[in-house]
């Protein structure tokens, strides 16, 4: 394995890690890719040894770690050559409640995410006619008689078919009525299994990479009061607070990535053999790998920086967008540049690269776009003109 500056950050947890995925190897990914398929069996166990609790604190069943022990559990699963894409919801969605939830909702649903008997894998923001533009969201919740009636629009929304939980942001006062366009919306829990065929109905979206994700169509869909997180009209604050939580897990995912792909090219490189010698002795092609890595480790400093002022409850919003980028950039270069090393190879299934090349593709667009974190650096750290 490569040695990294930051091998040491939470050694145990690698280990665990590590060893929990030995038992999914490269060709049980390969074959859930091939097949649409959920990674079923590698999330039960990931589930049954707790990881995915890894942020519930102890009075609730979970191991009260804080987002940088989180990180490195997503981390090690890119870097074992799974996708933690799959699971990844479970921790940030149950940030959001943990930090923002009633204490009633925490006894209700905290020990059982703990216990890995429920799963709050979804978030449901965006929406086909406003996109990234998400204080225009049209999803309505009209609060009428101890309830609240849903009625809208959302798409891409990942993992419903593999939840019970979904957190919601809806707008409970109309735009045209609220001093500030980040007022007037909140934030729910849907249970889903209730919800389906009760008023949601959700619709697959097949894509580039096997990431279970939805078209929903909300039609007079009833949510109990207290299911609202927190106070009415604030859920546009308390699911940034989420967004940086997922931004920060992402970031280590594409740290995760991009070592993958520098450990398989530098492998490959080593051993094939052109013009009678390895093809890694050609500085044509070190080179580049040497690049790639030092952007991930660049990264990496970011993604602890992010955790560090997210675990010290500290603003982290320009760290978190930052890291994002800079480890989605990273792990993108890593990947190109391993399927430049392996040639033709890096096409064939076998090799895992074009799946992996799929899956580290999709950071540049999700959660939050390139461009929109360079117009958050330039507006909110450099006093630039807002440019929208
Ligand atoms: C596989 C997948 C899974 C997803 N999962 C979820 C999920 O679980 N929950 C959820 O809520 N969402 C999810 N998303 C949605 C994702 O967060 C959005 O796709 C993303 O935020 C971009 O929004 P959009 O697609 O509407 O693009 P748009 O907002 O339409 O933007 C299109 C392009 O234009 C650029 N652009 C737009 N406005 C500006 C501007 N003012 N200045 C410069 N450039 C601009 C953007 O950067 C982007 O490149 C998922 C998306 C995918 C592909």
């Given at each position: 394995?490569?040695?990294?500056?930051?091998?040491?950050?939470?050694?145990?947890?690698?280990?665990?890690?590590?060893?929990?995925?030995?038992?999914?190897?490269?060709?049980?990914?390969?074959?859930?890719?091939?097949?649409?398929?959920y990674?079923?069996?590698?999330?039960?166990?990931?589930?049954?040894?707790?990881?995915?609790?890894?942020?519930?604190?102890?009075?609730?069943?979970?191991?009260?770690?804080?987002?940088?022990?989180?990180?490195?559990?997503?981390?090690?699963?890119?870097?074992?050559?799974?996708?933690?894409?799959a699971?990844?919801g479970?921790?940030?969605n149950?940030?959001?409640?943990?930090?923002?939830?009633?204490?009633?909702?925490?006894?209700?649903?905290?020990?059982?995410?703990?216990?890995?008997?429920?799963r709050i894998q979804s978030m449901a923001?965006t929406?086909?006619?406003?996109?990234?533009?998400?204080?225009?969201?049209?999803?309505?919740?009209?609060?009428?008689?101890?309830?609240?009636?849903?009625?809208?629009?959302k798409v891409w929304i990942s993992r419903v078919q593999h939840s019970d939980l979904m957190i919601l942001?809806?707008?409970?006062?109309?735009?045209?009525?609220?001093?500030?366009?980040?007022?007037?919306?909140?934030?729910?829990?849907v249970d889903l299994h209730?919800a389906i065929g009760?008023?949601l109905t959700v619709r697959p979206i097949?894509?580039?990479?096997?990431h279970e994700t939805n078209e929903l169509f909300f039609?007079?869909?009833?949510?109990?009061?207290?299911?609202?997180?927190?106070?009415?009209?604030?859920?546009?604050?308390?699911?940034?607070?989420?967004?940086?939580?997922?931004?920060?897990?992402?970031?280590?995912?594409?740290?995760?990535?991009?070592?993958?792909?520098?450990?398989?090219?530098?492998?490959?490189?080593?051993?094939?053999?052109?013009?009678?010698?390895?093809?890694?002795?050609?500085?044509?092609?070190?080179?580049?790998?040497?690049?790639?890595?030092?952007?991930?480790?660049?990264?990496?400093?970011?993604?602890?920086?992010?955790?560090?002022?997210?675990?010290?409850?500290?603003?982290?919003?320009?760290?978190?967008?930052?890291?994002?980028?800079?480890?989605?950039?990273?792990?993108?270069?890593?990947?190109?540049?391993?399927?430049?090393?392996?040639?033709?190879?890096?096409?064939?299934?076998?090799?895992?690269?074009?799946?992996?090349?799929?899956?580290?593709?999709?950071?540049?667009?999700?959660?939050?776009?390139?461009?929109?974190?360079?117009?958050?650096?330039?507006?909110?750290?450099?006093?630039?003109?807002?440019?929208?």
């Amino acid at each position: 394995m490569l040695n990294t500056p930051d091998e040491h950050e939470h050694q145990e947890i690698r280990d665990a890690i590590r060893s929990l995925c030995t038992q999914f190897p490269d060709e049980y990914f390969r074959k859930i890719d091939e097949q649409r398929a959920y990674p079923e069996a590698f999330v039960d166990v990931l589930m049954g040894a707790g990881w995915l609790s890894a942020m519930i604190p102890e009075e609730y069943g979970g191991s009260g770690l804080g987002l940088t022990a989180a990180s490195v559990i997503m981390e090690e699963i890119n870097r074992s050559g799974g996708n933690s894409g799959a699971v990844h919801g479970q921790m940030y969605n149950m940030s959001t409640l943990l930090r923002n939830g009633s204490k009633a909702q925490k006894d209700k649903y905290l020990p059982a995410i703990a216990a890995g008997k429920l799963r709050i894998q979804s978030m449901a923001v965006t929406e086909p006619t406003t996109g990234t533009d998400t204080t225009k969201i049209k999803t309505s919740a009209v609060k009428k008689d101890g309830r609240y009636l849903v009625n809208g629009q959302k798409v891409w929304i990942s993992r419903v078919q593999h939840s019970d939980l979904m957190i919601l942001l809806a707008r409970t006062t109309p735009l045209s009525e609220v001093k500030k366009k980040s007022e007037g919306m909140s934030i729910f829990i849907v249970d889903l299994h209730a919800a389906i065929g009760n008023g949601l109905t959700v619709r697959p979206i097949p894509n580039l990479v096997n990431h279970e994700t939805n078209e929903l169509f909300f039609d007079n869909l009833e949510i109990p009061e207290e299911n609202l997180i927190g106070e009415e009209g604030k859920g546009f604050k308390y699911i940034l607070d989420g967004l940086n939580a997922e931004r920060t897990l992402i970031a280590a995912e594409c740290i995760g990535d991009g070592y993958w792909f520098i450990e398989r090219a530098t492998k490959y490189a080593n051993e094939r053999i052109v013009f009678d010698r390895p093809i890694g002795k050609n500085q044509g092609v070190q080179f580049p790998i040497a690049d790639a890595f030092i952007e991930i480790e660049a990264a990496n400093l970011m993604r602890f920086k992010a955790c560090e002022l997210f675990d010290a409850q500290q603003p982290c919003g320009a760290q978190a967008n930052m890291a994002k980028y800079l480890a989605a950039k990273a792990s993108w270069e890593a990947a190109n540049v391993c399927m430049q090393t392996h040639g033709g190879f890096g096409f064939a299934n076998e090799y895992d690269i074009e799946r992996k090349f799929r899956e580290t593709r999709l950071y540049q667009v999700a959660p939050i776009s390139t461009n929109l974190i360079f117009s958050y650096v330039a507006e909110h750290l450099l006093g630039l003109p807002r440019s929208f």
